[in-house]
């Protein structure tokens, strides 16, 4: 029987998970709160934003939602998934509970911690004063981390100890992003990968495994961002190093969840490092990653609804991939990710031969506007990842809009002789 889908958010993200269910003869209808100008392309977009959980609930009653599917971490943070659920609706995504994982950075650590899953060291700190004499003790570099959600910017890699007692300021004594403690970590190195997973209890699915680009600018530098490129498969990673990352540390830490009482249901994000120590948990986000998702379900040859469903309710899933390599890359505003104006005009668009995810758009007429800071994502797919960032790199090049930045050099760490 075919159903009515609810996706919950706006981003790219949402999207490619938008994207993914047009493709799946299972569906009838697809919704999305509140969307933006490209999902409008795909679905109805329904001004109700993702945190109004009484809205969402009555909507789905309303318009007979078969699966509501959560993007964001806002959503799951204020509970929806529980809201739902006591309302006997199968939604996808973890509850308030396990979505600590990723809202309490100091959560994940002690269960880590607790259950021997490889991390880097760490302290946690409620006091600006006890935080800056123990970075002052460790030296830099240093990693410092906000406990709570900071819409992927909360994280400070401090290379002196100026930047690092900035970052302390920021986080405990001017609460820039709200009131909250600071994880401090020792910096580890190597290349980071995201593995992202399906779970349900202690079942655990892999995905493919993709990279993200943190900072803002070619050569992996500038701040720290939500993401600005990212792609699929990872040369750098061998059969071993993912068997690890598996049995190691993605299944033991939904045995984790389990265990403390707290079963995990959705997707688990593990992003991981390949340090010389052997493979370690940097974080834990209890959703799809944003960008990982535009390059990896892209490369989904499962229907999957069944895996949404599978997942939601417990059942068994099987997934299958298509042997092709992709890699996208993002257009973000002039001065991102700090201050930008919005709502410049996009041209070009239907110039674009490959697949395009809006992230932060809205529709002005015929007119697409930018919304946000990371704006597009232009996907390349290919049979070798170079004619994937080449099919990317012509598609960027077709969109006419002056007020966007990009980097050239996303996917790198695959190119480079390592």
């Known amino acids: 029987m075919r159903m009515n889908v609810l996706v919950v958010g706006s981003g790219g993200r949402e999207h490619a998970i938008v994207d993914a269910l047009t493709r799946s003869a299972q569906?009838?209808?697809?919704?999305?709160?509140?969307?933006?100008?490209?999902?409008?392309?795909?679905?109805?977009?329904?001004?109700?934003?993702?945190?109004?959980?009484?809205?969402?609930?009555?909507?789905?009653?309303?318009?007979?939602?078969?699966?509501?599917?959560?993007?964001?971490?806002?959503?799951?943070?204020?509970?929806?998934?529980?809201?739902?659920?006591?309302?006997?609706?199968?939604?996808?995504?973890?509850?308030?509970a396990a979505a600590r994982i990723e809202t309490s950075k100091e959560f994940a650590k002690e269960l880590m911690t607790r259950y021997g899953i490889p991390t880097a060291a760490y302290r946690s700190f409620g006091d600006y004063e006890q935080a800056h004499a123990y970075v002052v003790e460790q030296g830099t570099p240093i990693v410092l981390k906000y406990?709570?959600?900071?819409?992927?910017?909360?994280?400070?890699?401090?290379?002196?100890?100026?930047?690092?007692?900035?970052?302390?300021?920021?986080?405990?004594?001017?609460?820039?992003?709200?009131?909250?403690?600071?994880?401090?970590?020792?910096?580890?190195?190597?290349?980071?990968?995201?593995?992202?997973?399906?779970?349900?209890?202690s079942n655990v699915w892999p995905m493919v495994l993709a990279q993200d680009h943190k900072r803002a600018y070619d050569g992996d530098e500038g701040p720290n961002t939500g993401g600005m490129g990212a792609y699929s498969p990872l040369p750098f990673i061998t059969p071993e190093d993912e068997r690890f990352a598996l049995e190691r540390i993605m299944q033991p830490t939904a045995a984790a969840m389990v265990a403390e009482g707290t079963p995990f249901t959705g997707v688990l994000y593990g992003g991981l490092m390949k340090t010389p120590q052997g493979i370690k948990v940097i974080e834990f986000n209890a959703r799809f990653g944003d960008p990982e998702t535009e390059v990896v379900l892209p490369r989904l040859a499962?229907?999957?609804?069944?895996?949404?469903?599978?997942?939601?309710?417990?059942?068994?899933?099987?997934?299958?991939?298509?042997?092709?390599a992709t890699l996208g890359i993002v257009?973000?505003?002039?001065?991102?990710?700090?201050?930008?104006?919005?709502?410049?005009?996009?041209?070009?668009?239907?110039?674009?031969?490959?697949?395009?995810?809006?992230?932060?758009?809205?529709?002005d007429g015929d007119r697409v506007l930018t919304a946000g800071g990371r704006v597009l994502f232009v996907l390349g797919c290919g049979n070798t990842l170079a004619e994937a960032r080449a099919a990317a790199l012509r598609d960027v090049g077709r969109i006419d809009c002056g007020h966007l930045f990009h980097r050239t050099d996303i996917g790198h760490w695959a190119f480079e002789d390592r």
């Not at 934003?49 to 909507?59: K, M, N, Q, Y």
């Not at 600071?182 to 399906?198: A, D, R």
């Not at 499962?302 to 092709?324: E, K, N, P």
Request: glycine share 12%.
């Open 27 to 96: 569906v009838e209808k697809i919704y999305c709160a509140p969307g933006n100008a490209g999902i409008a392309r795909q679905a109805e977009c329904v001004a109700i934003r993702e945190t109004e959980v009484d809205r969402l609930l009555d909507f789905a009653r309303t318009k007979r939602i078969g699966l509501t599917v959560v993007g964001p971490e806002a959503a799951l943070a204020v509970g929806i998934v529980d809201a739902f659920r006591s309302a006997g609706l199968r939604i996808f995504g973890p509850t308030k």
């Open 331 to 363: 257009l973000a505003s002039e001065g991102y990710p700090n201050a930008y104006e919005k709502g410049f005009e996009i041209k070009g668009l239907d110039a674009v031969e490959g697949t395009i995810y809006h992230m932060g758009t809205r529709a």
């Open 147 to 201: 406990d709570g959600l900071a819409a992927g910017k909360g994280v400070v890699v401090a290379r002196t100890l100026e930047e690092a007692d900035a970052a302390l300021r920021d986080m405990l004594l001017d609460d820039k992003y709200g009131a909250g403690r600071v994880v401090v970590e020792e910096c580890l190195t190597g290349p980071e990968f995201s593995f992202m997973c399906f779970v349900s209890g």
């Open 302 to 324: 499962s229907d999957i609804v069944d895996i949404f469903c599978a997942v939601a309710d417990g059942g068994d899933a099987t997934l299958r991939w298509h042997d092709c």
